[in-house]
């Protein structure tokens, strides 16, 4: 690689490196929230809601840098500026050598981050769909026992009639 390639080269495998420790960072939040959903402490949840949100913007804006310093590191091998590259699309294209395989380890990693991430996030979800389910059934036992009866208490009998279709009952017109 001459120096152009070597200086896309490294912003793109350092800002892999930068999504890899927030994906790690966020596998954390999202593990913290399951022991807190559990837990149940709304405000603590709230607080690592708002640290999650946080971390999946820092994420976004690193993913867009990605978009850019791929396309560029792919200009610069000479591939098709019209297509969007992979990390291993880009690695096929590097002659095999340590900058192939440092590609193909950061790509293996970040799928593997957010493998876990999106299992993690999606075991959060059950727990929280469990947790309303309780809380709305709670809250319809509540609401059932403040308001009262609603039926009538018994007080007459029900009169048993003719069991046959057709019988009158008055013969007043």
Known sequence: MDASQEKSFSKLVNNLEELT??????????????????????????ANNKEKENIIYKIRSQDAARERYAKEFAHQLGLD???QYRLLDLAKALQPSEAE??????HAMLEMLVNRVSQLNKENEEYAQSALSVLNGAMGNIKE??????TYARQGKMELGPEKAGNFVRKEV
């Open 81 to 83: 500026n019209s297509v």
């Open 101 to 106: 395989a440092r590609l193909r380890s950061l």
């Open 145 to 150: 026992t403040l308001a009262g009866k609603k």
């Open 21 to 46: 420790k927030l994906y790690r960072s966020l596998l954390e939040v999202v593990r913290k929230e399951k022991d807190l959903l559990i837990q149940a402490d709304i405000q603590l949840l709230n």
